[in-house]
C-alpha cells in the first residue's frame, strides 16, 4: 500500500474487496493525533482520538482505496513531531487567497499542520492595520529588483483583516494552525518606514527594493518602538487564535545600536553589555507581553547567540548557526523546531537542494543529548520568495520536495529515494491534478556533486549587476 506519510504500524490482513463504507469513534485515551483504522470485508472502522485524528483517517483511507476496492488491514497511526510546519514568506512576494488555500489543503493531505505566514519584511508590509492604517498607505517599495526578479511598478499590496480571518478559518477547517510572523527587531524597514520615531537616529527609512540584510533596526530604548509593536500584536491577536506567534530575531545588525545614546543609555541602566543580550531584552519585553494574551513565542536561532530567553515562553528555530547554542538550549529544557538551511530552505533549486537531500535529513542537529532531543517539537520547511514572484516557480520549488518533509515530520522511519519515488508515485498524481506545478522528475535527483554547480547557476540566473555591486 503506497500511503504518505508511511504510517506508525500497517499490518495487511486479507484480501481486496469492495469498498462498502466507513464508520469511526472518537476515543480519548488515544491522543489527539492518533487513529486505528481497521478494514474488514470492504468495511471501513476507524477509533480516534479527536475529530483531528479522524480527518487524518479518512485521508489514509482515501488513499488505499484504489478503484472502488479496498485491502484488509489494520493501520495504527500517530505522528512522530508535534510541530509539523511549512512557511511561506508572502511579505518579499504577495500570493493570491486561492494560492495560499491551495498549499493549505495539500499540506493538510500530508497530515502537516502549521502554516507559518510570514508578513512583514524590509520589502514589505503586508497586513491591514485598522490602528495604524499609514502601514498600508505608505510602506510601499518603489519598484522591485530581487536580482533579475525585476519590476518598476510600486509594490504595496497587503491582506485584509476579512482575508486573513478567511484564511485562518480555512485552515481550521483542515487542521492546521496559522502562526503569524512580524519579523523583529530587524528586517522592520517596511514597519519602520512609517514610525522614524521607533529607529536609533530618527531619520525616514525607505522600504526596501531588493533582497538583503540591512542595518535598519527597531531602537529598544525609544518608548515609541515597544508601544507600536504592541499595537502591530493587539490587532493579531483579533485575527489568530493559535497560541503561539513568531517573533523573528534573525540577521540583526547593531550598528545604529552601537552608535545611538539612547541604546547606551539603556543598556547602562539594564546593566547589558552585549547587543546580542540587548537584542534578546526587546525580544522578552514582547514576549512577556503575548504571554499576557496566552501566547507563547517563536525566534529564529540568531537569538541564542544572546542571554535571557524564557525557555517555558520562547521557542527557538533552527535555521543555520556556527557552535552549537542551539542544542544548549533544548538541553536546557528549550524547546527548538528544526528547519535546517541546507536540508529543508525550498527557495533554493534542486541542484543545491535535491530531493535526495532533503529525503536524508534525520531530525537532529550537533549537540543534542536524550533531553534536547525530546525538545525537538518537529520541522519545519520554509519558502522565502525574493526571487519567487509566481505561482508556478513557487510550486515547482515546494513540489516534490514538501512530501518528503511532510514524511520526516510524521514518522521516524524513513524512504530511500526509490522507495519515496514508488511510495509517493500516487499523491504525487494527485497533487498534479489538483493542479500544482512540478519540477519535471529528471531534475529531483541531483547527486551531491552538483551543489557547486547549483550555487553558480543559481548567482548567474538570479543575481544581476547592481545586486554584485551592493
Known amino acids: 500500500m503506497n500511503i504518505i506519510p508511511r504510517p506508525f504500524e500497517v499490518k495487511e490482513t ?8 466507513y464508520e469511526y469513534e472518537l476515543n480519548p485515551s488515544l491522543s489527539e493525533e492518533e487513529y486505528i483504522l481497521c478494514v474488514k470485508n470492504g468495511n471501513a472502522r476507524a477509533v480516534c482520538g479527536s475529530a483531528k485524528a479522524e480527518y487524518y483517517a479518512r485521508l489514509t483511507l482515501e488513499q488505499i482505496k484504489k478503484g472502488g476496492k479496498v485491502p484488509d488491514c489494520e493501520i495504527h497511526d500517530k505522528p512522530r513531531f508535534q510541530h509539523r510546519g511549512f512557511m511561506i514568506d508572502s511579505a518579499r512576494h504577495y500570493q493570491e487567497l486561492d494560492e495560499i488555500k491551495k498549499f493549505i489543503k ?12 510570514h508578513l512583514s519584511e524590509d520589502q514589505g508590509w503586508r497586513i491591514e492595520s485598522e490602528t495604524h492604517p499609514e502601514l498600508n498607505s505608505a510602506a510601499v517599495r518603489k519598484y522591485s529588483d530581487f536580482g533579475k526578479t525585476m519590476s518598476d511598478k510600486p509594490y504595496g499590496i497587503y491582506y485584509t483583516k476579512d482575508e486573513i480571518r478567511d484564511v485562518v478559518e480555512y485552515a481550521a477547517q483542515h487542521f492546521i494552525d496559522v502562526i503569524p510572523e ?13 514610525f522614524p520615531e521607533a529607529t536609533c537616529d530618527g531619520k525616514k527609512v525607505e522600504v526596501k527594493t531588493h533582497q538583503g540584510i540591512f542595518e535598519d533596526v527597531i531602537c529598544p530604548a525609544k518608548e515609541a518602538s515597544a508601544r507600536l509593536v504592541k499595537d502591530v500584536f493587539d490587532e493579531l491577536c483579533e485575527l489568530f487564535p493559535y497560541g503561539v506567534y513568531h517573533l523573528g530575531g534573525d540577521e540583526v545588525k547593531h550598528a545604529h545600536w552601537e552608535n545611538c545614546p539612547d541604546c547606551k543609555r539603556k543598556m547602562q541602566e539594564l546593566g547589558i553589555t552585549s547587543y546580542n543580550d540587548y537584542e534578546n531584552y526587546f525580544l522578552s519585553l514582547i514576549s512577556d507581553y503575548l504571554k499576557t494574551n496566552g501566547k507563547k513565542c517563536i525566534v529564529w536561532n540568531d537569538a541564542v547567540k544572546g542571554k535571557g530567553l524564557d525557555k517555558d515562553n520562547m521557542i527557538v528555530q533552527y535555521w543555520l548557526e556556527k557552535g552549537n547554542k542551539t542544542a544548549e538550549y533544548a538541553n536546557g529544557g528549550g524547546k527548538i523546531i528544526l528547519s535546517p538551511f541546507t536540508y529543508y530552505y525550498l527557495d533554493y533549486d534542486y541542484d543545491i537542494t535535491s530531493l535526495r537531500k532533503v529525503l536524508s535529513f534525520k531530525p537532529e542537529i550537533k549537540g543534542l543529548d536524550d533531553t534536547g532531543r525530546e525538545n525537538v517539537l518537529g520541522v519545519e520547511a520554509p519558502l522565502w520568495t525574493e526571487f519567487i514572484d509566481n505561482n508556478e516557480r513557487l510550486e515547482e520549488l515546494a513540489f516534490p520536495r514538501i512530501i518528503a518533509v511532510a514524511c520526516t515530520a510524521w ?60
Open 14 to 21: 486479507g484480501g481486496i474487496c469492495e469498498y462498502r463504507g
Open 106 to 117: 495539500a499540506m493538510s493531505e500530508l497530515k502537516m499542520n502549521i502554516f507559518h505566514w
Open 182 to 194: 512580524f519579523d523583529i527587531p530587524g528586517h522592520t524597514s517596511a514597519f519602520l518606514s512609517v
Open 411 to 470: 514518522q521516524e522511519e524513513g524512504f530511500t529515494y526509490d522507495e519515496f519515488l514508488s511510495n509517493a508515485s500516487d499523491i504525487i498524481e494527485k497533487f498534479k491534478s489538483d493542479g500544482f506545478s512540478f519540477r519535471s522528475k529528471e531534475h529531483w535527483g541531483y547527486p551531491k556533486a552538483h551543489t557547486l554547480l547549483g550555487w553558480i547557476r543559481f548567482g548567474r540566473t538570479f543575481y544581476n549587476e547592481n545586486l554584485i555591486n551592493l
